[in-house]
């Protein structure tokens, strides 16, 4: 592969995996979506058909990483770095442009939600979900961007996050990878797939499964810069966590991997 098609294929299937797994939550949570409290079993399952679709469009291009932390297991158990930069941009500006796609496509449902004064509070209201955004510096629909822990406690969090992503790269390194070891394989993406709505179900309570830095700060850079009236803060003070404990379960998988299977 070369490093053109990495991050073509990269950009394009983070993209698209953003694009769908912001959407579902973006439909399960907005005000005037058809689809509004659908609930957690529609969003464990939308991100799993969203890593699915992103993996069977981008994997004859870059092998599907689509995620940093499974680019950086993948880079353990090879010991080769050289695309490691161009995996990672591709995925960050993909997660971005499917975050801005998903604010275009619900662009109506946005607007009527952050201008609902039960939601965002207002003179003579006491909005409870508006004071708990305050207080959390996280806004009302930062949910659809990016994740956030329901009980704040940085170990935990951490915790959480290492264990769900160690989850996942482990599953993709032992039953993932296609015959060349540098991507998911056909059968692999929807083996892996299916893990993601598993650590979903199982995992995902806690701190709404992020498993993935680019998909997490991707997304909270485009909250942050996109003109949505009444959107809060883009809750920073969290967004390390995401990035750091999927890094670190990632390492601690391939570790692993190459301690017992190799």
């Given amino acids: 592969m070369s490093s053109s098609d990495i991050f073509i294929g990269e950009t394009i299937g983070t993209a698209i995996l953003i694009l769908l797994?912001?959407?579902?939550?973006?439909?399960?949570?907005?005000?005037?979506?058809?689809?509004?409290?659908?609930?957690?079993?529609?969003?464990?399952?939308?991100?799993?058909?969203?890593?699915?679709?992103?993996?069977?469009?981008?994997?004859p291009l870059s092998g599907a990483h689509l995620n940093p932390a499974v680019t950086l297991g993948i880079a353990i158990k090879d010991g080769e770095w050289s695309n490691v930069p161009t995996y990672f941009a591709g995925q960050l500006l993909g997660a971005m442009i499917g975050a801005t796609l998903a604010w275009v496509a619900y662009y109506g449902q946005f607007r009527a939600h952050l201008t609902d004064?039960?939601?965002?509070?207002?003179?003579?209201?006491?909005?409870?979900?508006?004071?708990?955004?305050?207080?959390?510096?996280?806004?009302?629909?930062?949910?659809?961007?990016?994740?956030?822990?329901?009980?704040?406690?940085?170990?935990?969090?951490?915790?959480?996050?290492?264990?769900?992503?160690?989850?996942?790269?482990?599953?993709?390194?032992?039953?993932?990878?296609?015959?060349?070891?540098?991507?998911?394989?056909?059968?692999?993406?929807?083996?892996?797939?299916?893990?993601?709505?598993?650590?979903?179900?199982?995992?995902?309570?806690?701190?709404?499964?992020?498993i993935n830095p680019a998909r997490d700060l991707g997304p909270r850079i485009v909250h942050a810069l996109?003109?949505?009236?009444?959107?809060?803060?883009?809750?920073?003070?969290?967004?390390?966590?995401?990035?750091?404990g999927p890094l670190i379960g990632a390492a601690l998988a391939a570790g692993l991997y190459k301690l017992a299977f190799a």
Wanted: glycine share 18%; aromatic share 8%; no cysteine.
């Fill in 117 to 210: 004064r039960e939601i965002v509070g207002g003179p003579g209201t006491q909005s409870t979900k508006a004071v708990e955004a305050r207080e959390a510096q996280a806004g009302p629909v930062l949910g659809v961007f990016s994740t956030g822990p329901e009980v704040r406690n940085v170990a935990m969090n951490l915790a959480t996050e290492i264990i769900g992503t160690f989850v996942l790269v482990l599953a993709v390194l032992t039953q993932g990878l296609n015959d060349s070891g540098k991507g998911l394989g056909t059968l692999g993406g929807l083996m892996v797939a299916l893990v993601v709505v598993g650590i979903g179900l199982s995992l995902g309570g806690p701190t709404g499964y992020a």
């Fill in 21 to 59: 797994g912001a959407g579902v939550v973006a439909a399960v949570v907005l005000k005037a979506s058809k689809a509004r409290n659908a609930g957690w079993l529609a969003i464990t399952f939308g991100w799993g058909f969203a890593v699915l679709t992103a993996v069977y469009i981008s994997a």
């Fill in 226 to 244: 996109l003109p949505l009236p009444n959107k809060g803060g883009s809750d920073w003070g969290y967004a390390w966590i995401p990035v750091v």
